[in-house]
């Protein structure tokens, strides 16, 4: 180095210095790069592979409130057919002088007829019901619909006064059934009734006679 009197200090010098060994080492440090680059094996990542775990948003019914059971319902009452009672064997009244008081009897109100109430005319052949089964249907078309759903019958006995063609020309409820219902329909049914006229000594009559009709399910 020309000496051209001026003397360097130590910082002087150190920063020529340091000038020279940072160009050199930039150069060390890019080629050192550059080389690693080209001699090193490349870097690859692995394929690890994934697992994922897919989260599925659930959605609850509604909460299903279970009714309570139906209070038990009464079983309807069963339309049964009814029946009634006629018999062959006919009450009547007694059919003998011997047997009824006729001295001091009063005489009819005037103008009165035997058909109009219950009263006692002698015969010796009795009428004879001709058309029971007709009277069957009837009693089970006038069986009161509310009675026999509920099973509520009754027994009705009648005066008829059966005239001389053999049909029911009047008659009145002698023993009530207790139920006006059922004592109305029974007049209904007698009045469908048909007989054999009643005879006294082979002579036809009008007569009065007890009838009993029931009324029944069954």
Avoid: C
Avoid at 199 to 212: H, L
């Amino acid at each position: 180095m020309e000496d051209t009197g001026i003397r360097l200090t130590a910082n002087d010098q150190f920063k020529h210095a340091s000038a020279n060994w940072t160009h050199f080492g930039l150069l060390a440090a890019v080629g050192l790069h550059f080389g690693l680059f080209v001699l090193v094996r490349p870097f690859e990542a692995a394929d690890l592979g994934t697992v994922s775990t897919e989260i599925e948003a659930v959605n609850f019914p509604p909460e299903v409130k279970i009714p309570p059971p139906p209070e038990a319902i009464a079983r309807p009452a069963t339309p049964r057919v009814a029946s009634v009672d006629i018999s062959e064997d006919i009450t009547i009244a007694p059919t003998t002088f011997e047997s009824v008081q006729t001295e001091n009897l009063p005489p009819p109100p005037a103008g009165s007829s035997p058909a109009d109430r219950p009263s006692f005319i002698p015969f010796d052949t009795n009428p004879v019901m001709t058309n029971q089964p007709e009277v069957q249907r009837i009693l089970e078309r006038e069986y009161p619909r509310t009675l026999k759903d509920l099973g509520i019958g009754g027994r009705v006995e009648l005066w008829l006064y059966v005239t001389e063609d053999g049909t029911v020309g009047n008659f009145e409820v002698k023993t009530s059934s207790g139920n006006q219902l059922l004592d109305e329909a029974s007049g209904k049914v007698v009045q469908a009734m048909r007989f054999t006229p009643a005879k006294n000594r082979d002579k036809v009559t009008a007569v009065w006679v007890s009838q009993w009709v029931t009324f029944q399910v069954v």
